[in-house]
Every structure is written in structure tokens, then in C-alpha cells.
């Protein structure tokens, strides 16, 4: 038996783990307690991994479609079927006839993103779907318009405060998202403890609502009239003139534009008393510590961008950008963006800057709005996707619009997935590349860490070497690159991965203020270490990073102090960063956007209209994620089955008892599944999960399919969605609900 350091990577806590492999499998996960930011925490996910590892639906070998089935067959088919098929459908249709989908589980494997950007800027597409337009894209663009950058996204200084605000996000069971802050319920505990408070704001009172000091029940949708009259109130009473403030472009012409969100005004339509907003913009303005911080509910509702940017302004205008204690800029080890070259002022953000083909939406952060994606594979024309690689998702589950979006991938000419399983997605494609078991993948969490509470990073070795018919994440990105370039799969991998890495080194060497200004690529190149690329790769951006040794013989880490820190390595606290974080053109932090003055006109409009019997909420369950943990034995729950939880009220008047079938409908669709009565929901909201719906997996994943629940994407659409980034309504949904009669 041996004890193997890692990090459990499932959700974006990624918690420090243990694990006990005897005979080359794990059997045991137990919480690393030496992991300076996750301190010995687990959750029931982490400790069901040797189940998700053992699991028998797992594909464990390439799959590749021979009259109509899914067979096993060698790699080496496997990539020659890729590279003919592909080749064949580029030069017939253009690169723009490949679409790519990647998928949530991509941000938890560093091969996979590691080698995605080289991948897809071979292919020479601009058709990337991601997740991130079903998620977090409205908070990204909104960072990037006023910071410059879409990674400068504040997370709440959760350890040294002594107020926050958490709107539309329950960390006590999604473990925390783009605030990577493991552990979240005993950090809160701790600021209990030390005196302060913590303020949850939700349709719902959840599991985070239960613990915190104070539950706020907001109307869904009713956080941006709220946080501006927050900030109405705010600017009625006065506000400190901080370092923030100085930076603030055009503020003045801002606040005019708040001055009819009165807290009288909104008091109806958000569902808080006028009073109770008062007290709370004033507790948050009293309190030199405070964060508000949002998350799901925030960021795929009626108002997401502008309750993205309303939320930057309050904390802006309270004092607590930016500010120990406050929510501040994340500094992670590796380089990116943010931190590369001289701060202070950059090239900025820009959103649009190539458009869609079909209904012209504009590129979010390189990417295409989920929105198009149906239409860009049905309609006709140059340009129109013919082949679509997905990477680690579920779009035929996690898309709204679900019918339309399958239809549509069903009618194309290759689908190729890299996955572990045989989901609704990857069951329609022409061949899947299956992931390594995890004891053979090196891993960092290089995206997550981006959100970190800490300055933290914890770098893992590959435990076992890969035997039998496994192949690494990253030589499936390589060859997919080495066949996007045209050099056909057996291409030599190393010599393209040092290309490319060589031209990502000469590009950085031509920043102004970089580490490796007026360096010769190769000789930085030359001086990395690492036992392969992929370290090598890793040495680059960590001694690039902040902390960073460079390359001049300096002091700061390099790679070998994350080997030499398996447990983690810390780098501290947050400091504050501004000025240095801006990118923006002018040098100042650009509130004034003409957008959020037009949402503003919006929401006006709304705070006066009628609204709906029911709308549809979601909510992440504890022992779930996403769409692919419904297979692996043991989680299951009471608390995680697919259920329409309903108010009390709402259910007396329509005479249903929890079990009874409700039909969930709009015009898109309808779902039945069975009721949850409970006093914990606002009346008039309906809150359903997303990712169940997995009546189709028998045989490929079993033990989902046994319990396959509804697929709430059947009824939502893309009819409403976020003005800046083409996110759709997730949350806020106007629909119908009816008991089904026996
Ligand atoms: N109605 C509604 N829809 C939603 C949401 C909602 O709240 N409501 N949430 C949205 C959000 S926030 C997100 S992030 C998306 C998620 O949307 P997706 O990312 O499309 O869906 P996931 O279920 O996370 O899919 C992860 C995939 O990664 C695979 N996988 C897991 N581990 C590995 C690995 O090591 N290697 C490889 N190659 N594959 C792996 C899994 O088998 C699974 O197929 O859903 C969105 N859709
Ligand atoms: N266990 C588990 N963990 C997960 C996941 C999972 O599936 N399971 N998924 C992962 C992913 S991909 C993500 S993106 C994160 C999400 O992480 P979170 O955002 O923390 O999780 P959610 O449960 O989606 O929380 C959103 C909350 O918003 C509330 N809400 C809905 N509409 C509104 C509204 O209009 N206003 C307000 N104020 N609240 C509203 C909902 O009731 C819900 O409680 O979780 C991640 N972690
Ligand atoms: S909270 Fe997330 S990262 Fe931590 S053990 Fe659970 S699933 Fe893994
Ligand atoms: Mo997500």
C-alpha cells in the first residue's frame, strides 16, 4: 500500500488529497491536512474517486463507429480514421467547418488546457463553443471592460473579512465557484467566530443560507434593482474616497444614472423591504472589511451583466475593491494575462471582435456564444459546421434549447469526443478518445487557481507510467494539433510541441516589462527544467509568474519548488494590485459603460411589469456534477434526486404532496418529475437541476440510466439572453407548472 499526494480536481475547490493505491488502484481518498488552503478538507465526491476510477461504464479504450456501433479499437486506427476523416472534411468544407466544444471538466486537467489553445489555433477555426457562455461569461466581460482583462475577477478576501454578501451562489454544496476557497463552511465559521457575519441572498434558502448569519429571500431576477438601490443609498449617504474611486473613469455621469433605483422603488419588485435594503447598504458601507461576491444566480439570469457590474460598483463605492479584506484581484503562481509585462495599463478588453456567422453575435474571450451553436451546425452555407470535436462536456444535456441542439448534432457529418464516458454527447460521436486514469496524469489546477483565496499552487507527478491501451491528455491534443496542421497524426509530438511553445515564448519576449524581454527565445527555452515539456512548459510560467524566478539568475520560485512542496505551495495572502492589475486603454477602471445604461432603461421597465406565476431556478446538489456523476455508485441521495422543489403555499393550492408528478412546461417543451415540498423556496419559484435527463444510457452508463431523472434544458431556451455575452436565462425562466394527474 502507498500513500500518493494529489489534489482531488473534481469541483473547483481542488482540495489537497491522499489517496491509498494498493495494487495500482486507489482505495481510500482522505483530506491532505498538511494543504495550506484546503487544510484537510474533503468532500463526499473526493472520497467516491476509486469508485469513479473503478467504474465498469468507464471507456477505457478508444470507440470508433463501424456499421452504426460504438467498437473498441487500437489508437493507431483510431488517429488515422481522425486524420483521414478530418483532412477530407477540412479541405472539402474549410477550417471553419470544425466546431469545438469544450466542456466544464476541461478546467480540471492540465494536459487538456494546456495543449487546447495550440490545438485550436492550428485548426484555424473561430467556431469554439464553451461552457462559459452557459456560465460565467457575463462576470469575465464584465471584469474585462472595466479592468482590461477578463481574469481580473475579484473573489471575496473570505479569510480576513468581516462581512459578505453571497448573491445567488451556494458554496455549502457547489464547494465554491471562481472562488477557490475549499473548505467554504469552516471558513465561514471562522468568520462567525472572529466577529463578523456572513449575508446570503437567494430565492432559495439553501444549505450556505442555513449556516450563514443572515438570509435575505430575493425575487429571482431582483438583484439588480436591489444592488442598485444598494448603491443608490450608498451614494445618498457618501462614500470614502479610496484608491478605487480615484481610478474610476466618468463616475459621476454613472451615479446620475442610479437615480431612480430608490430603495422604495425596487422594494416590490427584488421582494426586500425598503428598510431592510437601508440597513444593509449601510452595514456594508460601515464595515471597512466587506465583499459581496456573486456567482450562478447572478450570472445566468434576466440581469446578469448588469448585476455583474453592479456588483463591482458597490463594492467600489463601499470601499472594498481591491482592499484587504475586501474582494480583491486573485495573483496566482502561473503568468497570465494580468500579471505579464508592466501593469498599470494595457491593450484592454474587447468583445466582438470577429461576429458569428449566422445571426452576427459577437466573439466573447475567443469564443462563439452557445446560443449559435444549434444554428451554425443547421444552417447551410460556407462556413456552416460540419465537424464538431467535443472536449470534456455535454452540450447535448448542458445546452438550454436541448431538442434543437441534439437535432443538430445529430445531422453532422464527424463528431469526435474526448471523454470517459458514453454520455448523451459523446453517444453520438464518430470516435472517442478516452482520458488516462487519473494515477497516470500529472496535474494543476492552472485554471482554477486563478480564483484562488490564497496566492496557491499544488503541482502533482504522474504516479504510474501508462500501460496497456492508455495514452496521455496531452498526446490527444498533440495529434489532434498535429492533424489540424496538417502534418498528419504520426507527426513527431515533441518537435510540434517545442514549435509552439517556442512561438508563445518569442511572443511573450516582446512584452514590454516581461521577464523575458529582449531574451532569445531559445535560450529561455534552454535554461527550463522539467522531464518533459509539459514540466518544462510548467517551469516557464511559474518563474514567468509573479513570484516568478525569471530567467536572469533571480530570486522567486521555479518549478521545482511546487516538486518540492507536493502538499501545496503558498505564496500568501492577497495583496492589493491596483493600479498594476489595469489593462485597460485609459489606465483607469471604466465603470462607464453606455451598455449598463440601457440595462439600467431595462430593468426600470421591468421593476413595473407584471410577473410570472412560476419561474424556474436551478441548484447545484451536493453529491452531483453537472451531468456525469449520476454513474458512479454510492452518491446516491435523498438529496440528489431530479425533483421540481415547490413552495409550501404553492402546493396547497394546487393540492400536491411531495412525490406527486408535476409537469414543468413552456412553449419550448414540458418535463415531468416528481414534486419536493418545502418551506425553503420563495412562492412562485420552482427550482430544478440541470444535467439529469439520461434515459438514453442503457448499456453506456448504467447506473445513471437507472435513475436517469429529467433534463431541464428541455424546457429552457434562448429566447432572452444577456446583452454582452448572449448568455442565456438559466435562472428567472417564466414557466408553467401543473400537478399530473394519475
Ligand atoms: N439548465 C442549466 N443548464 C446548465 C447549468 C445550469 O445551472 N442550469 N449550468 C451550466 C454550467 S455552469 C456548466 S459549467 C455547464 C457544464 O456543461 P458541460 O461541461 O457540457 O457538462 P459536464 O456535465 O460538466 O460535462 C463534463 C464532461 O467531462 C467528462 N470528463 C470528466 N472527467 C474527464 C477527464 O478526465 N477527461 C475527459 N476527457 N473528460 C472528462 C465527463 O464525462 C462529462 O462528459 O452546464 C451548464 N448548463
Ligand atoms: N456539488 C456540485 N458542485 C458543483 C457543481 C455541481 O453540479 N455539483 N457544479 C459546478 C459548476 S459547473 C458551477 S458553475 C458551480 C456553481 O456554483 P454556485 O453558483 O455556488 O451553485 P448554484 O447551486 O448554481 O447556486 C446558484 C444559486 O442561485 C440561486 N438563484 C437562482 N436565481 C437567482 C436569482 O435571480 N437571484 C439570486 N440572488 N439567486 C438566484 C439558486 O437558488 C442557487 O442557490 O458549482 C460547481 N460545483
Ligand atoms: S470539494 Fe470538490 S475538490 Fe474538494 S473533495 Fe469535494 S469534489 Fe473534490
Ligand atoms: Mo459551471
Redesign the pocket.
Known amino acids: 500500500m502507498e500513500l500518493v499526494r494529489t489534489t482531488c480536481s473534481l469541483c473547483e475547490a481542488s482540495c489537497g488529497a491522499v489517496m491509498t493505491v494498493q495494487d495500482g488502484e486507489i482505495i481510500k481518498v482522505n483530506a491532505d491536512r498538511e494543504d495550506p488552503l484546503s487544510g484537510g478538507f474533503i468532500c463526499a465526491k473526493g472520497a467516491a474517486i476509486p469508485a469513479l476510477e473503478s467504474d465498469p461504464d468507464r471507456v477505457r479504450t478508444p470507440l470508433l463507429r463501424k456499421d452504426g456501433e460504438l467498437v473498441p479499437v487500437e489508437w493507431d486506427e483510431a488517429f488515422s480514421f481522425l486524420d483521414a476523416r478530418l483532412t477530407q472534411l477540412m479541405a472539402k468544407y474549410g477550417r471553419q467547418a470544425v466546431g469545438v ?6 478546467s ?2 492540465l494536459s ?1 488546457l494546456t495543449y487546447f489553445e495550440p490545438f485550436f489555433s492550428s485548426l484555424g477555426s473561430t467556431n469554439l463553443y464553451t ?2 457562455t ?3 461569461a457575463p462576470r469575465q466581460s464584465v471584469s474585462g471592460l472595466l479592468y482590461g482583462d477578463d481574469q481580473s475577477v475579484t473573489v471575496p478576501d473570505i479569510d480576513r473579512t468581516n462581512l459578505i454578501w453571497l448573491i445567488g451562489a451556494n458554496p455549502a454544496e457547489s464547494n465554491g ?1 471562481m472562488m477557490i476557497a475549499p473548505g467554504f463552511l469552516g471558513r465561514m465559521q471562522k468568520l462567525h467566530a472572529r466577529g463578523g457575519r456572513s449575508i446570503v441572498f437567494d430565492p432559495r434558502r439553501t444549505m450556505t443560507a442555513e449556516r450563514a448569519s443572515e438570509y435575505v429571500a430575493i425575487s429571482p431576477s431582483g438583484d439588480a434593482a436591489f444592488l442598485a438601490a444598494v448603491a443608490h443609498h450608498i451614494v445618498k449617504t457618501g462614500f470614502p474616497q479610496t484608491n478605487a474611486i480615484s481610478l474610476c473613469g466618468d463616475l459621476d455621469e454613472v451615479l446620475e444614472w442610479l437615480e431612480p433605483f430608490t430603495p422604495e422603488a425596487v422594494s416590490t419588485a427584488c421582494g426586500i423591504k425598503a428598510d431592510t435594503i437601508v440597513r444593509l447598504a449601510e452595514e456594508l458601507l460601515n464595515e471597512p472589511k466587506a465583499a459581496v461576491y456573486g456567482r ?1 444566480g447572478t450570472t ?1 439570469q434576466m440581469f446578469s451583466s448588469l448585476v455583474c457590474w453592479l456588483i463591482d460598483l458597490v463594492n467600489i463605492l463601499a470601499g472594498n475593491l481591491d482592499v484587504v479584506g475586501g474582494a480583491m484581484f486573485p495573483r496566482p503562481l502561473l503568468v497570465q494575462g494580468n500579471t505579464l509585462g508592466l501593469g498599470g495599463r494595457g491593450a484592454g478588453y474587447q468583445i466582438g471582435k470577429w461576429t458569428s456567422r449566422v445571426s452576427n453575435a459577437p466573439e466573447v474571450s475567443f469564443q462563439i456564444p452557445m446560443s449559435c451553436f444549434a444554428e451554425e451546425m443547421e444552417m447551410p452555407g460556407e462556413g456552416q459546421i460540419r465537424a464538431l470535436i467535443t ?5 447535448a ?4 434549447d436541448s431538442a434543437r441542439v441534439n437535432a443538430a448534432m445529430d445531422n453532422l457529418e464527424l463528431i469526435v469526443s ?4 458514453q ?1 448523451e ?2 453517444s453520438k460521436a464518430d470516435l472517442i478518445l ?2 488516462p486514469p ?1 494515477l497516470t ?1 500529472p496535474n494543476y489546477d492552472l485554471f482554477l487557481y486563478k480564483f484562488a483565496v490564497r496566492s496557491y499552487g499544488r503541482y502533482t507527478q504522474p504516479y504510474r507510467a501508462l500501460r496497456g491501451p492508455e495514452r496521455s ?1 496531452r498526446e490527444i491534443m498533440l495529434r489532434l494539433t498535429a492533424i489540424a496542421s496538417g502534418r498528419g497524426w504520426e507527426a513527431d509530438l515533441d518537435a510540434i510541441d517545442k514549435d509552439l511553445f517556442l512561438a508563445k515564448i518569442e511572443m511573450h519576449s516582446a512584452v514590454v516589462g516581461s521577464k523575458t524581454e529582449g531574451l532569445s527565445p531559445s535560450e529561455v527555452y534552454d535554461s527550463l527544467d522539467g522531464l518533459n515539456l509539459l514540466e518544462k512548459r510548467m517551469d516557464y510560467d511559474v518563474r514567468m509568474g509573479p513570484f516568478g524566478a525569471g530567467f536572469s539568475g533571480g530570486d522567486g520560485i521555479r518549478f521545482q519548488d511546487l516538486l518540492d512542496n507536493p502538499q501545496g505551495l503558498d505564496c500568501g495572502a492577497l495583496v492589493e494590485r491596483l493600479p498594476e492589475i489595469l489593462r485597460t486603454k485609459s489606465g483607469r477602471i471604466e465603470v462607464k459603460q453606455d451598455i449598463f445604461k440601457n440595462e439600467l432603461v431595462r430593468l426600470s421597465t421591468w421593476i413595473g411589469q407584471k410577473k410570472s406565476e412560476f419561474v424556474l431556478i ?1 441548484r ?1 446538489q451536493l453529491r452531483s ?4 456523476f449520476h454513474n458512479v455508485p454510492g452518491l446516491e441521495h435523498r438529496t440528489r434526486e431530479c425533483t421540481a422543489q415547490i413552495s409550501t403555499q404553492d402546493a396547497e393550492r394546487l393540492g400536491i404532496v411531495s412525490g406527486d408528478l408535476v409537469e414543468a412546461s413552456t412553449e419550448q417543451g414540458r418535463i415531468v418529475l416528481p414534486a419536493e415540498v418545502t418551506e425553503k423556496i420563495l412562492a412562485g419559484t420552482v427550482s430544478i ?3 439529469w435527463g439520461h434515459g438514453k444510457l442503457d448499456g453506456k452508463m448504467n447506473v445513471a440510466a437507472a435513475n436517469p431523472g429529467a433534463n ?2 428541455d424546457i ?1 431556451d434562448y429566447n432572452d439572453l444577456d446583452p454582452l455575452t448572449m448568455t442565456a436565462r ?2 428567472g425562466l417564466p414557466i408553467n407548472l401543473s400537478k399530473v394527474e394519475s
Request: glycine share 8%.
Open positions: 466544444y469544450i466542456g466544464n471538466a476541461i480540471h486537467n487538456l461552457a462559459a452557459l456560465d460565467q465557484s450562478m445566468t472536449l470534456a462536456g455535454n452540450p444535456l448542458s445546452s438550454p474526448v471523454d470517459i464516458y454520455n454527447t459523446t478516452p482520458s487519473r496524469k491528455d436551478g447545484r456534477n453537472n451531468s456525469w437541476p440541470h444535467g431541464v434544458n429552457i438559466l435562472n
